[in-house]
């Protein structure tokens, strides 16, 4: 019967991302393609004095995406630090500066990485000012980025990409606004809380006291999920009856998800003027997403140890209203698209289960990925795919037209290379040097071991992916942990967008080449085979070794 139930979930998530993608992708291709402007968008455009008809380079757009970041790391900083004198502060004090760095990075950077108990910590307008509004914007930068990736692939010796501030409010007022505004209906309908009542006394059942927080929860759960952000409004996340109340708040918190990520190819095949290339790329998320969930499932069913097996599976940590199977789509959802949000505790799975949602980061959350980052992650491995194939039968390969050369390939490369590069890195420094290591076993690590690593692992390629997920045995909340991550957050979300940039920018300024016989067709299931593939072998094989000392190990024990 669970079975069922799981592929009667599965299959209604399917259908209903499969109705919503296809009007979605066509809605957002005039988004980024229309001429006119709305007038809030145009009152906008004098208030920050951006010239929306003004093209922009590459490195013109690149300037825009990190000096609007860079305000926004500066804007959260300070409202965290002066939240003692802010109104609706609930008399909270201010935020220590390590974790207002931490944290003010995590939500620019869309990771939403928490290393702290946000209803003991942050006041309703820290929350509303300062991380829900991160939340949208956040989202917009990395559509924006994704969209002038396509423009590159599309336009013909072009010296621009279009306008990021355009690109920025036009995500905002467009796309994400209208669709969070009807996302938190429907949540507020289905229970969420949203309020400013700060805390409420009550008594128990057994005569004591106990303090239920409220909050305007429902308004930023939408676009915690539609932007692919995932910081909780309660510690717990989306376990906590007050953010997910039910079960089909659970799927409903899936879709928003999944329903732009997966929208996107079709934008990408709208805009180069094919939208077969867009169904081959939507294929390759598809079959990593459907190969992960399967994966996912089957572990946490069989479970491990006679307790797991009288309780029908390992529910330890997970929630008893969402059931295994509810709890591992919500998990491969959310670790595949960059989200971070949790309905169950991933450090609380079993060894080979906990190792998915981490390897599901390790593949570049490209299956479907974030809102924008998956898209432009997934063409930077296409790029690299048609490449490989190049090699294979001698020929100089191309993608929609477009040599790829040296400088694309070496583009790619990097970007294929940096954010592992963060992650071992990470790990290394923190357990290779005594003093980081000392504090990180007497302080953070609570768990000894393999699982011990695991945690470290988990949580530096959460940082650098950018998700905001956790193993929560680790306690984050530390000078190095903090600044650490924080820097991870900040290199792994602009060295990428830097180097997409400057690839979407070296495309633009090509000829088109005409389709010869000898082209490699990128439609086709066989580029679809060859781009999971690679996607497999590149990103995922980069960390077998430091996955046999965690949780292979662990799991093999």
């Given at each position: 019967m669970p079975v069922v139930f799981a592929i009667l979930q599965f299959a209604t998530l399917v259908v209903i991302i499969a109705v919503l993608q296809r009007p979605l992708g066509d809605y957002m291709v005039s988004i980024y393609s229309s001429r006119k402007d709305w007038r809030v968008e145009r009152g906008t455009y004098r208030l920050i004095g951006a010239d929306p008809k003004a093209e922009q380079s590459w490195q013109g757009y690149l300037r825009g995406v990190l000096a609007f970041s860079?305000?926004?790391?500066?804007?959260?900083?300070?409202?965290?630090?002066?939240?003692?004198?802010?109104?609706?502060?609930?008399?909270?004090?201010?935020?220590?500066?390590?974790?207002?760095f931490n944290t003010a990075i995590s939500f620019v950077t869309n990771t939403n990485w928490q290393n702290y108990s946000p209803e003991a910590t942050l006041g309703y307008t820290v929350q509303l000012v300062g991380l829900a509004v991160?939340?949208?914007?956040?989202?917009?930068?990395?559509?924006?980025v994704a969209i002038a990736l396509i423009r590159g692939f599309s336009r013909v010796r072009a010296g621009t990409l279009g306008n990021f501030w355009v690109d920025l409010i036009r995500g905002v007022t467009r796309l994400l606004l209208p669709l969070a505004l009807v996302s938190a209906v429907v949540l507020i309908a289905g229970g969420v809380v949203q309020n400013l009542n700060g805390f409420t006394d009550i008594s128990t059942l057994g005569g004591g006291t106990q303090q239920l927080p409220g909050g305007p929860v429902a308004s930023q759960e939408a676009i915690k999920v539609l932007g692919t952000n995932g910081g909780g409004f309660f510690n717990a996340n989306s376990a906590h009856p007050f953010e997910n109340p039910t079960a089909w708040t659970s799927l409903f918190q899936n879709v928003l998800m999944l329903v732009i990520p997966f929208s996107l190819p079709r934008v990408f095949?709208?805009?180069?003027?094919?939208?077969?290339?867009?169904?081959?790329?939507?294929?390759?998320?598809?079959?990593?997403?459907?190969?992960?969930?399967?994966i996912l499932s089957a572990l946490e069913s069989a479970g491990g140890g006679a307790a797991a097996r009288l309780a029908g599976g390992a529910m330890e940590g997970k929630e008893q209203r969402f059931g295994i199977f509810a709890s591992t789509l919500f998990a491969s959802t959310s670790t595949l698209t960059s989200t971070g949000a949790v309905?169950?505790?991933?450090?609380?799975?079993?060894?080979?289960?906990?190792?998915?949602?981490m390897l599901n980061m390790m593949l570049g959350e490209i299956a479907p990925g974030g809102v924008g980052s998956g898209l432009y992650g997934m063409l930077v491995l296409a790029v690299i795919t048609v490449f490989i194939a190049g090699l294979l039968v001698g020929r100089t390969p191309e993608y929609l037209g477009k040599k790829i050369g040296p400088r694309e390939v070496k583009l790619a490369s990097l970007y294929i290379l940096i954010v592992p590069t963060l992650v071992l890195g990470g790990v290394a420094v923190g357990l290779a040097v005594p003093v980081i290591r000392s504090d990180l076993e007497a302080t953070s690590m609570l768990n000894p071991g393999n699982h011990g690593l695991s945690e470290v692992v988990y949580a530096f390629t959460s940082?650098?992916?950018n998700n905001g997920s956790a193993f929560a045995g680790l306690t984050g909340d530390t000078v190095w942990l903090n600044t650490a991550l924080g820097v991870a957050m900040l290199l792994g979300r602009f060295v990428p967008i830097v180097l997409v940039l400057a690839l979407a920018g070296s495309l633009a300024q090509q000829s088109k080449i005409p389709a010869t016989a000898g082209t490699m067709p990128t439609h086709r299931p066989l580029f679809v085979g060859l781009l999971v593939g690679v996607t497999l072998i590149v990103t995922a094989l980069t960390y077998f070794p430091v996955l046999t000392l965690g949780p292979l190990a662990e799991g093999l024990l």
């Open positions: 860079a305000v926004g790391v500066l804007l959260v900083y300070a409202l965290q630090r002066l939240q003692a004198l802010l109104p609706l502060s609930l008399g909270l004090p201010a935020v220590p500066a390590p974790l207002s991160q939340n949208f914007v956040s989202a917009a930068v990395g559509i924006a095949g709208s805009m180069v003027g094919d939208r077969r290339q867009g169904h081959a790329v939507l294929a390759a998320m598809a079959t990593l997403y459907l190969a992960s969930f399967a309905n169950s505790m991933h450090d609380s799975y079993t060894p080979l289960g906990g190792m998915m949602p940082a650098a992916n």
